[in-house]
């Protein structure tokens, strides 16, 4: 009777110390789920690991999955991580529109959803925007155009260059660009070498979507380098030497600036140019330096993961994240804070670029 009872009181404290030790081991909950394009760009490796340090300083439990360039994966990457249990999605979509039925998913999940960086379009399942004022990143482009035209010269080569048409973002730089350029357009200051539908717009200040798409269609370089090369090889094929000499690019991104750039540079018509660019890449700080580019806009994507992070805990614990802004994104306007911006030029990249701890002095050469 003795060892029956010894032998129970023996099983029941392997149950409980079982049911003690399945309890440590149960899987912490994910609070915040992270999606982004890709991880085979620098700038997105990056992000991910300033998500994750911060969010676990702060006491919460993150993780980022990529979409590597594919809807359909970033759909499933939702999906996944709704199923983990998360709170707040934060989302950098691959396609604005295609996007919007992985929101649709978490929002019917009770998830908050936070667009990075990229404005999911034609849902009201956003409640959050985290980005930089991308239509000041344009006007910025164009300002530095005009200002490096010399005063009351009229027919100054203007070559167009857009991000990709499926990214809303392409449509807020180059409508920001246009808001600057087109005046001078419109007097003969410019003249637009590599888009007949911009020409054909010159005159009108405020264009409709569907008349920057048809703008954008042409110039498009799907935020693709090799695209971005190969269309203006054909751009400088198409035009004679007139349309060459002093050149003024207005460049999307850091990535096309330095591909567009190459190409202008081996024509041996072309004898100057000044082209645009943004996101302060590590190559382009050098081109810069160098004299290859003429400017970047540096937005500082520190503090835009900064400004993400603190909308999801502010959602986390219950209350709502700043407002200064709202972007229509087809179906709401959605609340936002826009981050500033910096503009980087020879004169100052050691100042914004080295003294601002953004990059370390050594990654350049010729400061």
């Known amino acids: 009777m003795k060892l029956r009872k010894a032998l129970l009181i023996f099983a029941l404290i392997l149950i409980v110390f079982s049911m003690v030790f399945t309890g440590c081991q149960k899987k912490e909950q994910t609070q915040v789920g992270i999606v982004l394009p890709t991880k085979d760009e620098p700038r997105w490796i990056q992000d991910q690991q300033r998500f994750l340090d911060a969010l676990k ?18 759909k499933a990457n939702v999906e996944a991580l709704v199923a983990e249990g998360i709170k707040v999605l934060i989302i950098c979509p691959q396609d604005g529109t295609a996007a919007a039925s992985a929101a649709e998913l978490a929002h019917k999940a009770g998830v908050k959803v936070i667009s990075y960086d990229r404005l999911i379009r034609d849902t009201d399942a956003v409640d959050y925007y985290v980005t930089f004022d991308s239509f000041q990143v344009g006007a910025a482009w164009g300002e530095y ?8 010269t009229k027919g100054n080569n203007l070559y167009l260059y857009a991000g ?37 717009l010159k005159d009108k200040a405020n264009l409709t979507r569907d008349e920057m798409a048809q703008i954008i269609g042409q110039v498009t370089t799907n935020w693709n380098f090799n695209d971005a090369k190969s269309k203006a090889e054909a751009n400088l094929t198409a035009v004679d030497a007139k349309a060459k000499g002093t050149v003024y690019i207005c460049a999307p991104n850091d990535g096309t600036a330095r591909a567009i750039a190459d ?39 520190r503090i835009l993961v900064k400004d993400a992070i603190d909308a999801a805990i502010a959602y986390l ?10 972007y229509n994104n087809g179906k709401k306007d959605v609340p936002a804070k826009p981050t500033p911006i910096i503009i980087v030029t020879q004169d100052n990249v050691k100042k914004e670029i080295i003294d ?12």
């Not at 300083?57 to 970033?74: H, I, M, N, R, Y």
């Not at 920001?176 to 419109?186: F, Y």
């Not at 024509?267 to 050098?286: F, L, N």
């Open 57 to 74: 300083s702060a006491g919460f439990s993150a993780k980022v999955l990529f979409s590597q360039g594919d809807s359909a994966k970033e």
């Open 145 to 152: 155009l005009v200002s490096q035209v010399p005063a009351g």
């Open 164 to 200: 990709a048409a499926s990214d809303n973002n392409s449509f807020l730089f180059f409508e920001g660009a246009w808001s600057v350029l087109q005046p001078k357009i419109a007097d003969g200051t410019f003249v637009v070498r590599n888009s007949d539908k911009a020409i054909a």
């Open 263 to 301: 190409a202008f540079a081996a024509d041996k018509d072309v004898k100057k140019y000044y082209i645009t660019g943004q996101d302060a890449e590590i190559a382009s700080i050098q081109y810069i330096i160098d004299g290859k580019q003429s400017m970047t806009v540096l937005k500082d994507v």
């Open 317 to 326: 614990k219950g209350s709502e994240p700043p407002v200064t802004k709202t």
């Open 356 to 367: 601002s701890g953004y990059w370390p002095a050594d990654k350049f050469t010729g400061l």
